[in-house]
């Protein structure tokens, strides 16, 4: 069909939409004359199946694509998602399921010999690498059969240390994601890769002669060196062609910031092992920059409290460390913190420029903090840094302006943290350019008519992230050859000419560095699914290579830089670096940078301009942006465990909102879930209200991400069912609001409209009750009941016991039933350690993908029927303006004496001797009285049929070690009993017989494993060398609700605090009820 | 010992009625031809029954999700509607068991209809157990029944308790309604013209000739079944208060919920027969039969139970601050002030205030406004049921796990549903089925019994 003459050169702008909605027999009448035309002149088909056919009518395409559905556009809106997933599975299986396994022939070998190392029921484990915007994440891929089943991470890459984020788990459901782009699509209709090679290729001979003139690259931040290498080439061959770049969610203002002060780009990376002082100013650093994984497993290190002591470093040095945020809302980083200092976003700044002005990184000027408050706050703050120079850490990065980020680095030279706390690296990302200046340059270029071929690659959608006031859309109709190339269809591909599918990064070969420099090395677990091609693959057409695949090109590149011309020792290089997923000592070592002279003085100027424009107009309420913490800047949109991922700190799924303070909405009148309309410099938007505890006066927050109008084959219209696979959210576009000059904040006008938008939230679901807010009453209701333990670290050193004191824990044996003697064999138990819960929710989508956890769909959220076996209960302390945060995992507490288990009728959950509360799917008939009986509600039930049985992709992602459950039937955490079984099955080939314990801290649930800080363990309670021993035995242990004597096997560290003593002073002056609260109640 | 004077008694019949009379005017219902009105009100019932039919395919096929119970409410209607319906039958047997041994009399007009109200009751109730199941086909698992699995229900559940008391008492509610029945259905054959129906009640009637050895084995069966059913009355509503009282869950975990689940269940039964009596004794004319000393007596039963209910509430209260148990007055609190508030007060009104009006004889004497009461207690007894379901189950122990809950449309179409079958079988039963027990009506005829016949006029006489 790219042959047809008809339709070639047509603008085919948001065409194909329209015309595939057309039916048979609705369209223009058939022209037999031109068909008889054609049929002399033999342009056409020589063989043909009808006349429509001949006449390559829309109609006839709209048929054939119904007859074999390549994509989803051509369902008609609406269908139901499971109607879509069983049309798509059908449409799979009839197509022999080419689709999914397209092998070269060469590789066709038919199993006359086992292969080495698969065993049918054993996994193997695969080390590879995910990125995230550009960065990468070490992991391990575990693979049944040829299928990857489970991520998790590296324990020998730098930014993984063995845990992972919740993007990186979540990889696996973008792999078999049904959505994902099928089809190498040209103007909306299949194309084929060697129409696009040769269609490329004449462009490129075409535009030769003028040094490639006309052609652009647009990609998001490339950290890949074969892919930098490959550009590279073809801009020596194409000297006049131009690499653009646009990372919407990136480190825009962290870029230019470096430029001013250092006059060239650097990365900035961190070494909080070292750090004995946090200041944490309006910054995500710790838990969704680059290295996070990493940084937040360093950070808990210092912040473990153990045996009433500081637990250190493993070498027994260094003291806890104390963390103080200044910030506009509320942080992860916050709700691991020491002290809070809530301030709005010009005052944030202002207090930046105090805080450089007390430590003599700025000049001095006159008074600029606003309140009594602060400036105690920064006295206090000033002293401790000052008692730490050289271990402490100023945090200030994308979210300040680069004249506060240039007072920030000038501080942390200041007080000698270079070096130590804070490294300066060459930069990571390849060939650094300031994106936003690279997009505004290629949209002028294109509005100019200077740009010929446009080529997008790795899943940019510039259409829908470019700053709203560029016009991208629009300018890139301008261009001559557009093309993308992206895992889904999204709003750009609708633009474009070409678009071809992504492989995903599990079905690629490539290379990426980590936030430290660390090479990091890419392997397919399976061939592309969908026939995806990896950027190295396009760009391998630029080169003239269009059939080389990316293994080759990957070696390729590797032959050039690994040790060891002679091929045979090249081959050892490789496959250690297979082995180890990462090129060992390519981290970037550290760079002599100084703050340039006169850079702090004139951030200082413009920081005091800022703020006196920001007090004269005291009620403008601040819009910030910021990435999704789920979906991050929509690129995660169609993958459903993150869309049904609580948002840490809100707890709202499936949606953004416009995000304001309880005094904010108060002023301005607003209630939960309605809707208003926000206009920023003249663009209007309209999102729905949501109020959180713990955000500055007239500041509200948007995140990015959500309000897609396209992500793979479905729109964003309604569907009553949500399947295994991803859906798009709804919720509000930010980008609509967000302009290029103002990234992260801008003022906003706010109208009420009236109307009501349902936001599924999974705490408290926000009912309100008559007393007011119910996330207030719920928090004093948790307080009263002391869910969460707390206490100082200065309050524990004077009694050890002091969290033992409060226990209520009934006696031994106080229950009615038979004691059971569970000191023989294994007893397995958890323990979690709520000092470094940042609430990160990783280990939710871990469980979620190791145990088979089905996504229920926003409807069934607001129902409150979430199915994650774990969940972080959120709590806040304190004043409802400005409270404390308080992370909790629950998981199943696997209690002793289980309330669940008497009332069961037919006994389906029951004890195991191992201390186990098990569930036996088979046998429950859905009662749900153990789900009442419950009094920490971890078990969940399916009221509909949730998980998706019939698709053939969710059968190949499912872990076959864990049972998919049918509806009707109750299922909770069962601390990965798979991973037990599978344990002692190794031991028990392993060991001597009759010795067939499973090894100490051998074994890990995958919460565990994927937690970042560290924050979970899990082991043998009658063992003493299992850590999670050690942590019962621990002076900060309890049970929650233990009073109930369910004597919960899961149990917790109480959550310690290490607080300034000056501060908490001060705040007991001014708030004498809080003093006698930590006093007396909880230190 | 002072010869004291029998306290008068206003007549169980009204009089001008012989045997032949009481005989000609029960059946007669029955051997009539079909009243259009039966028509009517049976076509309606039929249609919602029809409603309940097409809400439980559609739950079969959808699975209890498309109610809305959820997390953390994992019982809503289903197991309020199961209670409420377990409850309205206790007053069935009560009449027929406890009144029969102690020997009153004027049982004799309700009980037949009375005891039919238990059995379509339970019926309507036997059925939400197994339909809120997440898996209803498995049902039968919690019987003990002998299985290759190996398996035996788990004998510590309440709801094994419940599988056990539901079934007994269907069970001996329903023989005990057919053994009460044989005699009267000897009448009918007897009376019918028709072919059809005499061989159909000759069959029911199992061959009863009135000898006096049938009358014999008769008498001793239906004592025995009366003695069998009276412990049920108290039982069968304490084995299903259990089902919350066993629960840790606060609002549930209570011991003073048997004794108030029974008393509740009667009050909400005499409440049931009231709302039943009132328009049938006016459509069939049956008002020399169930005659206002009946309908004071029930308000007066009414009352008892209504107060002991009330004691309950106010005791659950008592406790929660007497307990000294945070979580325990939190639940309490939040019945008052918290989000289903007004379910709490509206059961407060219907089942504590409204019924109070009964002390006066005004009103204890006014049919329309005993029907009015009984109505509103039937609300305040489902309203009751509500609370303590619903309302324990959403605030309980972690604020985290609180939530809301509120029936979907299937829930309400599968309500009013079985309304519909209770209905229709009603409907069918006063149809073809004699609705008052004819020979024990006869028995009490004045001149039969030792009731003394008083002659003149009927009034009430107020003592």
Same mark, same amino acid.
């Given at each position: 069909?790219?042959?047809?003459?008809?339709?070639?050169?047509?603008?085919?702008?948001?065409?194909?939409?329209?015309?595939?909605?057309?039916?048979?027999?609705?369209?223009?009448?058939?022209?037999?004359?031109?068909?008889?035309?054609?049929?002399?002149?033999?342009?056409?088909?020589?063989?043909?199946?009808?006349?429509?056919?001949?006449?390559?009518?829309?109609?006839?395409?709209?048929?054939?694509?119904?007859?074999?559905?390549?994509?989803?556009?051509?369902?008609?809106?609406?269908?139901?998602?499971?109607?879509?997933?069983?049309?798509?599975?059908?449409?799979?299986a009839?197509?022999?399921?080419?689709?999914?396994?397209?092998?070269?022939?060469?590789?066709?070998?038919?199993?006359?010999?086992?292969?080495?190392?698969?065993?049918?029921?054993?996994?193997?484990?695969?080390?590879?690498?995910?990125?995230?915007?550009?960065?990468?994440?070490?992991?391990?891929?575990?693979?049944?059969?040829?299928?990857?089943?489970?991520?998790?991470?590296?324990?020998?890459?730098?930014?993984?240390?063995?845990a992972?984020?919740?993007?990186?788990?979540?990889?696996?459901?973008?792999?078999?994601?049904?959505?994902?782009?099928?089809?190498?699509?040209?103007?909306?209709?299949?194309?084929?890769?060697?129409?696009?090679?040769?269609?490329?290729?004449?462009?490129?001979?075409?535009?030769?002669?003028?040094?490639?003139?006309?052609?652009?690259?647009?990609?998001?931040?490339?950290?890949?060196?074969?892919?930098?290498?490959q550009?590279?080439?073809?801009?020596?061959?194409?000297?006049?062609?131009?690499?653009?770049?646009?990372?919407?969610?990136?480190?825009?203002?962290?870029?230019?910031?470096?430029?001013?002060?250092?006059?060239?780009?650097?990365?900035?990376?961190?070494?909080?092992?070292?750090?004995?002082?946090?200041v944490?100013?309006?910054?995500?650093?710790?838990?969704?920059?680059?290295?996070?994984?990493?940084?937040?497993?360093?950070?808990?290190?210092?912040?473990?409290?153990?045996?009433?002591?500081?637990?250190?470093?493993?070498?027994?040095?260094?003291?806890?460390?104390?963390?103080?945020?200044v910030?506009s809302?509320?942080?992860?980083?916050?709700?691991?913190?020491?002290?809070?200092?809530?301030?709005?976003?010009?005052?944030?700044?202002?207090?930046?420029?105090?805080?450089?002005?007390?430590?003599?990184?700025?000049?001095?000027?006159?008074?600029v903090?606003?309140?009594?408050k602060?400036?105690?706050?920064?006295?206090?703050?000033?002293?401790?840094?000052?008692?730490?120079?050289?271990?402490?850490?100023?945090?200030?990065?994308?979210?300040?302006?680069?004249?506060?980020?240039?007072?920030?680095?000038?501080?942390?030279?200041?007080?000698?943290?270079?070096?130590?706390?804070?490294?300066?690296?060459?930069?990571?990302?390849?060939?650094?350019?300031?994106?936003?200046?690279?997009?505004?340059?290629?949209?002028?270029?294109?509005?100019?008519?200077?740009?010929?071929?446009?080529?997008?690659?790795?899943?940019?959608n510039?259409?829908?992230t470019?700053?709203?006031?560029?016009?991208?859309?629009?300018?890139?109709?301008?261009?001559?050859?557009?093309i993308?190339?992206?895992?889904?269809m999204?709003?750009?591909?609708?633009?474009?000419?070409?678009?071809?599918? %992504?492989?995903?990064? +599990?079905?690629?070969?490539?290379? $990426? #560095? !980590?936030?430290?420099?660390? =090479?990091?090395? &890419?392997?397919?677990?399976?061939?592309?699914?969908?026939?995806?091609?990896?950027?190295?693959?396009?760009?391998?057409?630029?080169?003239?290579?269009?059939d080389?695949?990316?293994?080759?090109?990957?070696?390729?590149?590797?032959?050039?830089?690994?040790?060891?011309?002679?091929?045979?020792?090249?081959?050892?290089?490789?496959?250690?670096?297979?082995?180890?997923?990462?090129?060992?000592?390519?981290?970037?070592?550290?760079?002599?940078?100084?703050?340039?002279?006169?850079?702090?003085?004139?951030? %200082?100027?413009?920081? +005091?301009?800022?703020?006196?424009? $920001? #007090? !004269?107009?005291?009620?403008r =309420?601040?819009? &910030?942006?910021?990435?999704?913490p789920?979906?991050?800047?929509?690129?995660?949109?169609?993958?459903?465990?993150?869309?049904?991922?609580?948002?840490?700190?809100?707890?709202?799924?499936?949606?953004?909102?416009?995000?304001?303070?309880?005094?904010?909405?108060?002023?301005?009148?607003?209630?939960?879930?309605?809707?208003?309309?926000?206009?920023?410099?003249?663009?209007?938007?309209k999102?729905?209200?949501?109020?959180?505890?713990?955000?500055a006066?007239?500041?509200?927050?948007?995140?990015?991400?959500?309000?897609?109008?396209?992500?793979?084959?479905?729109? $964003?219209?309604?569907?009553?069912?949500?399947?295994?696979?991803?859906?798009?959210?709804?919720?509000?576009?930010?980008?609509?609001?967000?302009?290029?000059?103002?990234?992260?904040?801008?003022?906003?006008?706010?109208?009420?409209?009236?109307?009501?938008?349902q936001?599924?939230?999974?705490?408290?679901?926000?009912?309100?009750?008559?007393?007011?807010?119910?996330?207030q009453?719920?928090?004093?209701?948790?307080?009263?009941?002391?869910?969460?333990?707390?206490?100082?670290?200065?309050?524990?050193?004077?009694?050890?016991?002091?969290?033992?004191?409060?226990?209520?824990?009934p006696?031994?044996?106080?229950?009615?039933?038979?004691q059971?003697?569970?000191?023989?064999?294994?007893?397995?138990?958890?323990?979690?350690?709520?000092?470094?819960?940042?609430?990160?929710?990783?280990?939710?989508?871990?469980?979620?993908?190791?145990?088979?956890?089905?996504?229920?769909?926003?409807?069934?959220?607001?129902?409150?029927?979430?199915?994650?076996?774990?969940?972080?209960?959120?709590?806040?302390?304190?004043?409802?303006?400005?409270?404390?945060?308080?992370?909790?995992?629950?998981?199943?507490?696997?209690?002793?004496?289980?309330?669940?288990?008497?009332v069961?009728?037919?006994?389906?959950?029951?004890?195991?001797?191992?201390?186990?509360?098990?569930?036996?799917?088979?046998?429950?008939?859905?009662?749900?009285?153990?789900?009442?009986n419950?009094?920490?509600?971890?078990r969940?039930?399916?009221?509909?049929?949730?998980?998706?049985?019939?698709?053939?992709?969710a059968?190949?992602?499912?872990?076959?070690?864990?049972?998919?459950?049918?509806?009707?039937?109750?299922?909770?955490?069962?601390y990965?009993?798979?991973?037990?079984?599978?344990?002692?099955?190794?031991?028990?080939?392993d060991?001597?017989?009759?010795?067939?314990?499973?090894?100490?801290?051998?074994?890990?649930?995958?919460?565990?494993?994927?937690?970042?800080?560290?924050?979970?363990?899990?082991?043998?309670i009658?063992?003493?060398?299992?850590?999670?021993?050690?942590?019962?035995?621990?002076?900060?242990?309890?049970?929650?609700?233990?009073e109930?004597?369910?004597?919960?096997?899961?149990?917790?560290?109480?959550?310690?605090?290490?607080?300034?003593?000056?501060?908490?002073?001060?705040?007991?002056?001014?708030?004498g009820?809080?003093?006698?609260?930590?006093?007396?109640?909880?230190? | 010992?002072?010869?004291?004077?029998?306290?008068?008694?206003?007549?169980?019949?009204?009089?001008?009625?012989?045997?032949?009379?009481?005989?000609?005017?029960?059946?007669?219902?029955?051997?009539?031809?079909?009243?259009?009105?039966?028509?009517?009100?049976?076509g309606?019932?039929?249609?919602?029954?029809?409603?309940?039919?097409?809400?439980?395919?559609?739950?079969?096929?959808?699975?209890?999700?498309?109610?809305?119970?959820?997390?953390?409410?994992?019982?809503?209607?289903?197991?309020?509607?199961?209670?409420?319906?377990?409850?309205?039958?206790?007053?069935?047997?009560?009449?027929?068991?406890?009144?029969?041994?102690?020997?009153q009399?004027?049982r004799?007009?309700?009980?037949?209809?009375?005891?039919?109200?238990?059995?379509?009751?339970?019926?309507?109730?036997?059925?939400?157990?197994?339909?809120?199941?997440?898996?209803?086909?498995?049902?039968?698992?919690?019987?003990?029944?002998?299985?290759?699995?190996?398996?035996?229900?788990?004998?510590?559940?309440?709801?094994?308790?419940?599988?056990?008391?539901?079934?007994?008492?269907?069970?001996?509610?329903?023989?005990?309604?057919?053994?009460?029945?044989?005699p009267?259905?000897?009448?009918l054959?007897?009376?019918?013209?028709?072919?059809?129906?005499?061989i159909?009640?000759?069959?029911?009637?199992?061959?009863?000739?009135?000898?006096?050895?049938?009358?014999h084995?008769?008498?001793?069966?239906?004592?025995?079944?009366?003695?069998?059913?009276?412990?049920?009355?108290?039982?069968?509503?304490?084995?299903?208060?259990?089902?919350?009282?066993?629960?840790?869950?606060?609002?549930?975990?209570?011991?003073?919920?048997?004794?108030?689940?029974?008393?509740?269940?009667?009050?909400?039964?005499?409440?049931?027969?009231?709302?039943?009596?009132?328009?049938?004794r006016?459509?069939?004319?049956?008002?020399?039969?169930?005659?206002?000393?009946?309908?004071?007596?029930?308000?007066?039963?009414?009352?008892?139970?209504?107060?002991?209910?009330?004691?309950?509430?106010?005791?659950?209260?008592?406790?929660?601050?007497?307990?000294?148990?945070?979580?325990?007055?939190?639940?309490?609190?939040?019945?008052?002030?918290?989000?289903?508030?007004?379910?709490?007060?509206?059961?407060?009104?219907?089942?504590?205030?409204?019924?109070?009006v009964?002390?006066?004889?005004r009103?204890?004497?006014?049919?329309?406004?005993?029907?009015?009461?009984?109505?509103?207690?039937?609300?305040g007894?489902?309203?009751?049921?509500?609370v303590?379901?619903?309302?324990?189950?959403?605030?309980?122990?972690?604020?985290?796990?609180?939530?809301?809950?509120?029936?979907t449309?299937?829930?309400?179409?599968?309500?009013?549903?079985?309304?519909?079958?209770?209905?229709s079988?009603?409907?069918?039963?006063i149809?073809?089925?004699?609705?008052?027990?004819?020979?024990?009506?006869?028995?009490?005829?004045?001149?039969?019994?030792?009731?003394?016949?008083?002659?003149?006029?009927?009034?009430e006489?107020?003592?």
């Open positions: 069909m790219d042959s047809d003459p008809g339709v070639t050169g047509k603008g085919v702008t948001g065409k194909c939409g329209a015309e595939a909605a057309r039916r048979p027999g609705e369209g223009e009448p058939l022209d037999v004359a031109a068909v008889r035309e054609r049929l002399r002149e033999k342009k056409g088909p020589e063989f043909w199946r009808s006349l429509d056919e001949l006449a390559v009518t829309p109609e006839f395409e709209d048929l054939l694509h119904r007859e074999f559905p390549r994509h989803v556009t051509e369902w008609p809106e609406g269908v139901s998602r499971r109607g879509f997933l069983q049309l798509a599975s059908a449409s799979l009839l197509a022999g399921l080419t689709g999914c396994t397209k092998q070269p022939l060469e590789k066709i070998v038919p199993y006359v010999r086992q292969p080495e190392q698969v065993i049918p029921g054993r996994p193997l484990f695969f080390a590879t690498t995910l990125t995230h915007a550009g960065y990468a994440m070490g992991v391990l891929a575990e693979s049944h059969l040829g299928r990857p089943t489970k991520i998790e991470g590296n324990p020998d890459h730098p930014a993984s240390l063995g992972t984020d919740a993007y990186a788990q979540a990889a696996l459901l973008t792999l078999y994601d049904p959505d994902r782009s099928q089809e190498i699509v040209r103007n909306g209709r299949t194309g084929t890769w060697s129409g696009f090679a040769s269609e490329v290729n004449a462009a490129l001979r075409a535009r030769q002669p003028l040094g490639g003139e006309g052609i652009r690259l647009l990609t998001g931040t490339v950290t890949s060196p074969t892919l930098t290498a550009i590279r080439e073809i801009l020596t061959r194409f000297p006049n062609a131009r690499w653009h770049r646009w990372e919407p969610a990136g480190g825009h203002q962290e870029h230019a910031a470096a430029q001013r002060a250092f006059g060239r780009p650097v990365t900035t990376r961190y070494d909080f092992t070292k750090a004995d002082v946090i944490s100013i309006q910054s995500e650093a710790l838990t969704q920059s680059p290295g996070n994984v990493r940084y937040q497993r360093d950070f808990a290190a210092r912040r473990r409290v153990r045996g009433g002591h500081p637990a250190g470093l493993p070498d027994g040095s260094a003291a806890m460390n104390r963390v103080y945020c910030e809302v509320p942080t992860s980083t916050m709700t691991v913190s020491d002290h809070r200092l809530l301030l709005p976003p010009a005052e944030v700044e202002g207090f930046v420029l105090a805080l450089a002005q007390a430590l003599g990184a700025a000049p001095a000027s006159n008074t903090l606003a309140d009594a602060s400036t105690a706050w920064l006295q206090a703050v000033v002293e401790d840094l000052q008692a730490h120079r050289g271990t402490s850490l100023i945090l200030g990065d994308e979210y300040l302006s680069p004249a506060a980020q240039v007072l920030v680095h000038a501080i942390n030279q200041a007080l000698g943290n270079v070096g130590s706390t804070v490294i300066y690296t060459d930069p990571v990302e390849s060939d650094p350019v300031d994106h936003m200046e690279s997009l505004r340059a290629l949209v002028a270029d294109m509005n100019a008519g200077r740009v010929e071929m446009l080529v997008m690659l790795g899943s940019v510039p259409v829908y470019a700053p709203a006031d560029l016009g991208f859309a629009k300018a890139l109709e301008k261009v001559g050859l557009r993308q190339h992206g895992l889904y999204d709003e750009t591909s609708e633009y474009c000419h070409w678009h071809i599918p %992504a492989a995903h990064e +599990l079905e690629s070969w490539g290379d $990426a #560095r !980590a936030f430290d420099g660390t =090479v990091s090395v &890419l392997q397919p677990l399976i061939d592309p699914l969908f026939g995806g091609k990896t950027e190295s693959e396009i760009l391998a057409v630029f080169s003239d290579r269009p080389t695949g990316s293994h080759d090109l990957v070696q390729a590149y590797w032959k050039t830089q690994l040790p060891g011309q002679v091929p045979k020792d090249f081959d050892a290089a490789w496959q250690a670096v297979l082995h180890d997923g990462l090129v060992q000592n390519t981290q970037l070592p550290p760079i002599g940078v100084a703050v340039a002279g006169g850079a702090a003085q004139a951030a %200082a100027g413009e920081i +005091l301009a800022g703020l006196a424009e $920001a #007090r !004269a107009q005291k009620d =309420v601040t819009l &910030l942006f910021r990435p999704d789920t979906i991050h800047d929509g690129r995660y949109a169609s993958n459903s465990w993150l869309q049904e991922l609580p948002k840490p700190i809100t707890k709202l799924t499936w949606d953004n909102a416009l995000v304001l303070g309880p005094a904010t909405a108060q002023r301005l009148g607003l209630k939960v879930e309605e809707t208003v309309e926000l206009t920023v410099d003249g663009r209007k938007l999102a729905a209200v949501w109020i959180l505890p713990g955000q006066e007239s500041t509200a927050v948007l995140t990015l991400g959500y309000g897609r109008t396209r992500t793979g084959h479905l729109d $964003a219209s309604g569907r009553e069912d949500v399947g295994v696979n991803g859906a798009v959210g709804r919720g509000f576009n930010a980008y609509a609001l967000r302009t290029s000059n103002a990234l992260w904040a801008a003022p906003v006008e706010i109208r009420r409209i009236g109307e009501r938008y936001l599924a939230c999974t705490q408290n679901h926000h009912a309100l009750d008559p007393q007011g807010n119910e996330d009453l719920a928090s004093v209701e948790a307080e009263r009941r002391e869910v969460i333990r707390k206490t100082t670290l200065a309050a524990l050193s004077k009694d050890t016991a002091v969290i033992q004191e409060e226990r209520e824990k006696g031994e044996h106080d229950t009615l039933y038979p059971y003697d569970y000191s023989k064999g294994h007893a397995w138990g958890m323990a979690i350690d709520l000092s470094v819960c940042t609430g990160c929710s990783s280990c939710i989508t871990a469980c979620q993908a190791e145990n088979n956890i089905p996504v229920v769909g926003k409807d069934q959220v607001l129902a409150g029927r979430e199915m994650h076996w774990l969940r972080i209960d959120r709590y806040f302390e304190g004043d409802m303006d400005d409270p404390q945060i308080h992370n909790q995992p629950i998981p199943c507490m696997h209690c002793e004496t289980a309330p669940c288990e008497v069961c009728p037919v006994a389906a959950t029951t004890h195991s001797h191992e201390g186990l509360n098990d569930m036996v799917y088979n046998r429950c008939v859905g009662t749900r009285y153990c789900s009442n419950c009094p920490y509600k971890v969940r039930f399916n009221f509909l049929r949730y998980s998706d049985r019939t698709s053939p992709l059968a190949m992602m499912y872990n076959p070690d864990v049972t998919v459950r049918m509806r009707g039937v109750m299922e909770k955490c069962t990965c009993v798979q991973r037990i079984e599978q344990a002692k099955i190794e031991s028990k080939i060991d001597d017989p009759g010795h067939e314990k499973i090894p100490v801290n051998t074994l890990q649930t995958a919460c565990q494993q994927a937690c970042p800080t560290h924050a979970i363990v899990f082991g043998d009658n063992d003493k060398a299992w850590e999670v021993t050690q942590w019962k035995a621990d002076p900060l242990n309890y049970g929650l609700l233990e109930l004597n369910t004597r919960p096997r899961t149990t917790y560290l109480a959550k310690v605090r290490n607080p300034n003593p000056r501060l908490e002073a001060a705040a007991g002056a001014e708030d009820s809080a003093e006698e609260r930590t006093s007396h109640g909880h230190s | 010992m002072a010869t004291l004077e029998k306290p008068y008694k206003p007549p169980v019949v009204a009089p001008g009625h012989d045997t032949a009379t009481v005989t000609d005017k029960i059946s007669s219902v029955v051997l009539q031809r079909t009243p259009k009105w039966w028509f009517i009100g049976f309606i019932s039929f249609l919602l029954l029809m409603g309940f039919l097409f809400g439980v395919t559609w739950l079969l096929l959808k699975g209890v999700g498309i109610w809305g119970v959820n997390q953390p409410v994992g019982w809503g209607f289903a197991i309020i509607n199961f209670v409420w319906w377990i409850g309205i039958g206790h007053a069935g047997t009560l009449i027929s068991a406890i009144l029969l041994l102690l020997r009399e004027w004799t007009s309700i009980n037949r209809f009375a005891e039919a109200m238990t059995l379509f009751a339970v019926a309507c109730a036997g059925m939400y157990p197994v339909l809120h199941l997440g898996r209803p086909w498995l049902a039968y698992w919690l019987f003990p029944y002998p299985n290759t699995m190996g398996m035996w229900p788990n004998f510590r559940s309440p709801l094994v308790w419940d599988v056990f008391a539901v079934s007994t008492y269907a069970t001996v509610s329903a023989l005990f309604w057919y053994v009460g029945l044989i009267d259905l000897a009448t054959r007897d009376r019918s013209k028709n072919r059809f129906w005499q159909v009640y000759g069959f029911g009637s199992m061959g009863w000739r009135g000898s006096a050895a049938h009358w084995n008769y008498e001793t069966a239906y004592l025995l079944l009366a003695g069998l059913a009276t412990p049920l009355v108290i039982s069968v509503h304490t084995v299903v208060s259990f089902d919350f009282a066993i629960g840790i869950i606060p609002g549930w975990h209570a011991t003073i919920f048997p004794p108030y689940f029974v008393a509740g269940a009667i009050y909400a039964g005499f409440a049931m027969v009231l709302l039943l009596s009132i328009p049938l006016v459509a069939f004319g049956l008002q020399d039969f169930i005659t206002m000393r009946h309908l004071q007596n029930m308000a007066k039963v009414m009352l008892a139970t209504g107060l002991i209910v009330l004691y309950g509430y106010i005791m659950e209260f008592f406790f929660a601050w007497y307990s000294g148990n945070h979580v325990e007055q939190f639940t309490f609190w939040s019945r008052i002030n918290g989000p289903y508030r007004w379910h709490w007060y509206g059961l407060i009104f219907c089942n504590g205030v409204a019924p109070q009964l002390w006066l004889r009103f204890r004497t006014s049919p329309f406004w005993l029907f009015l009461v009984a109505l509103i207690v039937s609300v007894m489902w309203l009751e049921r509500f303590i379901v619903v309302t324990s189950l959403s605030r309980d122990f972690l604020p985290s796990s609180w939530g809301m809950y509120a029936g449309k299937w829930d309400w179409m599968i309500y009013v549903g079985t309304i519909g079958l209770f209905l079988l009603l409907f069918l039963f149809r073809f089925l004699p609705m008052i027990s004819i020979f024990e009506m006869r028995t009490i005829v004045p001149g039969t019994t030792g009731e003394p016949s008083l002659g003149g006029e009927y009034t006489v107020p003592r």
